[in-house]
């Protein structure tokens, strides 16, 4: 059986996705799983997967503003 393990950056990047998910679903009154279906469903999970690292040296309440700007523009939530 083959052990294959993550490198350093990646362990990075998964830990702030980890991050923001919980941060956004604080923001939105939302539980953890309810927000990462929302963010994986409108596009914001990718978002942050490729803009890690300029977002994650970002304040997390702009980071979480974006996300929602992301997502709404895919079609999520409308006021």
Do not use: Q
Not at 25 to 32: D, F, H
Not at 34 to 42: A, I
Not at 55 to 68: A, S, T
Request: proline residues 1%.
């Amino acid at each position: 059986m083959e052990t294959r393990t993550l490198d350093k950056e990646t362990i990075n990047k998964i830990g702030f996705v980890t991050f923001i998910i919980e941060e956004f679903a604080s923001a939105y009154k939302m539980n953890r799983r309810d927000s990462y279906r929302y963010l994986k469903k409108y596009g914001g999970i990718d978002y942050v997967f490729n803009n890690w690292r300029a977002l994650h040296i970002d304040n997390p309440f702009w980071v979480v503003r974006e996300m929602f700007d992301v997502c709404h523009n895919n079609g999520g939530y409308k006021k």
